[in-house]
């Protein structure tokens, strides 16, 4: 096994990410950052020098699940303290899976400023896996604001809440083109022109990806996302799915890899409002003018407010290999029902789970929980359940919630279920909410609609061929079981991916065998009560 030494300078730089100029979080000056490429049982080493002058920093391994190393997941406020500016820290860790997976700013809302990449981890030489391909690509779609993160973050932290707004564009590999300059909409005869125009306005042109006729590529898809789901469509093709897919609705958080044909990409939004942008890149067959514009029709795709395409496909994935994927554990030892509730508390617009509303404490829970240091975060437990056989889930909560630090502390080696609950919000409207664990795969065993009945739905759970994710749709109204097995030594966040949300609370910890986890690293000390420790 290999070891791949990277080293990063974070920093802000002017970029035209949609050919309008605005400050970046970079990596080496580039947003998003540069595509990691290692082999299963290799170890990676990031050395991460914050020169950000005056923000904070902490770099999440999205998907790769830390075994042995959970103070290198990059959850600041979890795993380790923040990175200070001018400080220097160190992941390191092993990948041990093959998969595509991506990484990302996990302090505050920094992930909206372009702190994001590609991981790809490859099966070692010799070991087959349950498809062929040609060649492959990897395509990471992001939403991007003209505001920057401390607006965005005040704006959700005010009286009023103001709210963050729809994405001024979409970006595919870190190219878009705001809409005032948008050809996607533009008609046929006009796309030309249109898609000129970024380029004699000093700005790049949609990404192209050249293909040879013949060839099978894959696609590695990452939705780094902060707020919006996107449908990924290649015009006149068609895509095999890879493991999991069927067709392509990618929420904040959610890559998996799609094998395909050819390629040539747009992405119409959808979920939030209809007045929203989409994203083009271009597929051109070798030998064909690169410029020329496509000769096939846009894939229209389903409404943007069209929930139950979006249901309908998170019913319809399903295990193509079973034999690849690990056997479900008939059931569980503990079972969480998690309601999610948007509420007023202390004057603030905030999300809470079962009431409780998620505030980071100043000390790492990692490092106070294995130390044994008291009053460090709210030692009272969250509720287990809420009050399912009373509460309407077509009202916002009728109670207030409360802001805690509280901890969820799981038995090691036991079985967990965990049941999102979605309800209205205090606009009285329901979204979809993307739920990524940290540390861990979980079994998808069932979505529904309304409002989960332990006793009624139980007995609808998948155990014969569930998928295996780190990140699922909670869809609107409706509710979604997943199962994992709390193995994993550490403190880990699960939480909803669209960063608005986690900042706004919407996020529940776990802690399990904390006492089993090796002596922790200094480097992520220094915060809080950790100030002081030897
Ligand atoms: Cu990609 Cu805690 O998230
Ligand atoms: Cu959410």
Redesign the pocket.
């Known amino acids: 096994a290999k070891v791949h030494h990277h080293t990063w300078d974070i920093a802000y730089h002017y970029k035209s990410l949609d050919c309008v100029e605005k400050l970046a979080v970079t990596i080496n000056g580039e947003s998003p950052g540069p595509t990691i490429h290692a082999t299963q049982g290799d170890t990676i080493v990031v050395t991460v020098h914050n020169k950000l002058e005056t923000e904070n920093t902490g770099i999440h391994w999205h998907g790769i699940r830390q075994i042995g190393s959970p103070w290198a997941d990059g959850t600041v406020g979890v795993t380790q303290c923040p990175i200070l500016p001018g400080d220097t820290f160190t992941y390191r860790f092993v990948v041990d899976r093959p998969g595509t997976y991506f990484y990302h700013a996990h302090y505050g809302m920094q992930r909206v400023a372009g702190l994001d990449g590609m991981l790809v981890v490859s099966a070692p030489d010799g070991v087959a896996e349950p498809f062929t391909y040609d060649e492959e690509r990897t395509i990471l779609l992001m939403d991007w604001w003209h505001k920057s993160v401390y607006e965005q973050a005040v704006g959700l932290a005010s009286d009023p809440l103001k709210f963050v707004g729809e994405p001024q564009s979409l970006l595919i590999n870190g190219r878009g083109v705001f809409e005032p300059f948008h050809c996607s909409r533009a008609p046929q005869r006009q796309q030309r022109r249109c898609l000129q125009r970024p380029r004699s306005a000093g700005c790049a042109p949609p990404p192209l990806f050249t293909a040879v006729p013949g060839k099978t590529y894959r696609l590695r898809v990452g939705s780094l996302t902060s707020l919006s789901a996107l449908n990924f469509a290649i015009e006149g093709h068609s895509m095999t799915p890879l493991h999991l897919l069927r067709r392509v609705l990618l929420g904040p958080g959610q890559g998996r890899p799609e094998p395909v044909p050819e390629l040539l990409g747009r992405l119409p939004r959808r979920g939030r409002e209809r007045n929203t942008t989409s994203a083009m890149a271009i597929l051109s067959y070798a030998g064909n003018d690169p410029r020329a514009p496509p000769p096939t029709p846009r894939p229209e795709g389903p409404a943007w407010d069209d929930v139950t395409a979006r249901v309908e496909q998170s019913r319809s994935l399903a295990v193509a290999h079973p034999d690849h994927v690990l056997p479900v554990p008939p059931r569980p030892d503990r079972a969480l029902l998690l309601l ?1 509730t948007q509420n007023r508390i202390g004057g603030h617009t905030k ?1 809470a789970i079962n009431g409780v509303s998620l505030a980071f404490p100043a000390t790492p829970y990692l490092v106070s929980m294995k130390r044994g240091l008291q009053g460090a975060y709210d030692a009272r437990p969250p509720p287990e359940t809420y009050d399912f056989r009373s509460y309407d889930i077509e009202r916002p909560p009728p109670a207030n919630g409360t802001v805690a630090s509280a901890v969820y502390r799981l038995a090691l080696g036991s079985v967990v279920d965990l049941v999102l609950q979605n309800t209205v919000a205090l606009n009285k409207k329901s ?4 739920w990524h664990l940290h540390g861990h795969d979980f079994w998808v065993l069932a979505y529904g609609d309304g409002k989960f009945d332990p006793e009624r739905d139980t007995a609808r759970f998948n155990l014969r061929d569930p998928v295996m994710k780190n990140t699922v749709a909670l869809h609107p109204k409706g509710w979604t079981a997943v199962r994992f097995v709390a193995d994993n030594p550490g403190v880990w966040l699960f939480h ?3 960063e608005a ?2 900042y706004m609370g ?1 996020a529940v910890v776990f802690e399990e065998g904390v006492d089993k986890v090796g002596r922790l690293p200094k480097s992520i000390m220094g915060c809080g009560r950790s100030r002081t420790l030897p």
């Open positions: 999610n999300w979204e979809t909410h993307p909803c991916h669209i949300h986690v919407m």
